[in-house]
């Protein structure tokens, strides 16, 4: 018998092959779009991406999260305007996050929450993975506007965040009613009619901004 060898780290197998998990990624976004949440499943994913079922089980331990880092991947590419004008930059931003929902199949969020929601760990991840990123990114954009003196110092962050992504959130995760640049307009207009220090200045503004008098005509 040959002797133990002490301080060796144990053999881990070979290393991941990054190349292979976007493929895989890139696998399940094409049976996401073609089949839909619910009709999903991992022997698909892996025939598409040339691996293998364990292969794939090692980096995503279920189908929620293989399909959730798929998601991420999808919206991760999104970034709001920051043009130094309050109305423009809500509106265009929240409006980059409403094209990007779009681009995930109707009637997928709706019971890929539903999966989540049983198991606090898989909840706390669909909200960091879909949720969250867009209201960071329009929480930047507040802060900002705060910061120029836009918006009141004293407004609940919190609850403005929420006024603004529960038309995006509630819209895209039932798919009862589409999302319109009007709705998302109206939305911004009538939360800023109540937390802006001058919305006729900012108004004004967005319309020199922009250099067209019919720009935020919903507003006016």
């Keep these: 018998m040959q002797p133990r060898q002490e301080g060796r780290a144990p053999r881990t197998g070979r290393p991941r092959d990054p190349q292979i998990g976007r493929t895989v990624l890139d696998a399940t976004l ?27 089980y090692r980096r ?31 509106n265009e931003g929240i409006n980059v996050f409403v094209a990007a929902f779009r681009r995930i199949r109707p009637g997928v969020l709706e019971p890929l ?6 198991e606090p760990e898989a909840r706390e991840t669909f909200m960091t993975t879909l949720f969250d990123p867009p209201r960071a990114a329009v929480a930047e954009m507040i802060e900002r506007a ?21 038309l995006v959130h509630y819209r895209a995760l ?16 009538a939360v800023l009619g109540g937390i802006a220090t001058d919305y006729p200045a900012l108004l004004a503004h967005s319309r020199e901004v922009a250099g067209d008098p019919r720009t935020h005509a919903a507003h006016g």
Aim: hydrophobic letters at 45%.
């Design 146 to 166: 705060v910061a120029r003196g836009d918006l009141r110092a004293d407004l609940d962050r919190e609850l403005v965040l929420d006024m603004l992504g529960s």
């Design 113 to 118: 929450f539903a999966d989540c929601a049983a």
């Design 60 to 90: 995503w331990p279920d189908r929620r999260r293989l399909v959730l880092a798929a998601l991420a991947t999808r919206l991760g590419t999104a970034r709001t305007p920051d043009t130094g004008c309050t109305l423009c930059d809500l």
């Design 30 to 56: 094409a049976v996401l779009d073609e089949a839909g949440y619910t009709r999903l499943t991992i022997e698909e994913v892996a025939r598409r991406a040339g691996a293998t079922k364990p292969a794939i």
């Design 174 to 189: 039932f798919g009862h009613a589409p999302i319109t640049g009007d709705q998302v307009e109206s939305a911004v207009e």
